[in-house]
């Protein structure tokens, strides 16, 4: 059994999929082409282009007779800047997080069926772009999130 946490998580693991330029959202990179990543300090070449999701420190109170909970997630995109710039890729990489994770479109949750909505707000709350070394071929940024969602007091599992 999950806890809303990790279906949360695993909902973002699904949604970086979407980041490739050929989807009709328009996205500068192909960040979403392989497999998304969890808890990834070292990655191979051959894993970029690619996002790296890492869950951090949740906050949480209760009121209302739930369990409000604030996480932050924190998420890497990681590419080959080939012969650019590789302040220009990693800005670019840094608009498609930004773009992929808070977009509206994406926030309103709608489907067909309509997916569970365990997420009550998302907000963007920082990111930027990885310093790199001579002899780095690949360029990372990240974005961090505040993702806010509740739960029943003392029981994870369920709203």
């Known amino acids: ?8 998580i695993k909902e973002w693991k699904e949604r970086a999929r979407v980041i490739v330029t050929t989807s009709p959202i328009e996205y500068s990179r192909n ?10 300090p070292v990655i191979a070449p051959a894993e970029t282009p690619c996002v790296v999701l890492w869950s951090k420190d949740e906050t ?17 995109g990681i590419d080959f800047f ?3 710039e590789p302040l220009e890729v990693g800005e ?3 608009g498609d997080l930004i773009k992929c994770y808070s977009s509206p479109e994406w ?11 365990y ?9 930027g772009v990885y310093p790199i070394s001579d002899g780095d071929k690949t360029v ?18 369920e709203q």
């Not at 059994?1 to 949360?8: E, F």
């Open 1 to 8: 059994m999950d806890t809303i946490r990790i279906l949360i």
């Open 31 to 40: 960040l979403g082409a392989k497999t998304p990543l969890l808890y990834r």
């Open 60 to 76: 949480s109170e209760k009121k209302y007779g739930k369990q409000y909970n604030s996480m932050v997630l924190h998420v890497e």
């Open 82 to 84: 080939l012969n650019r």
């Open 92 to 94: 670019e990489i840094l």
């Open 107 to 117: 926030n309103r949750r709608t489907g067909s069926p309509p997916k569970n909505d």
């Open 119 to 127: 997420i009550e707000s998302i907000s963007y709350i920082k990111g």
């Open 140 to 157: 990372g940024a990240y974005a961090d999130f505040i993702v806010t969602y509740y739960t029943k007091v003392g029981n994870p599992y």
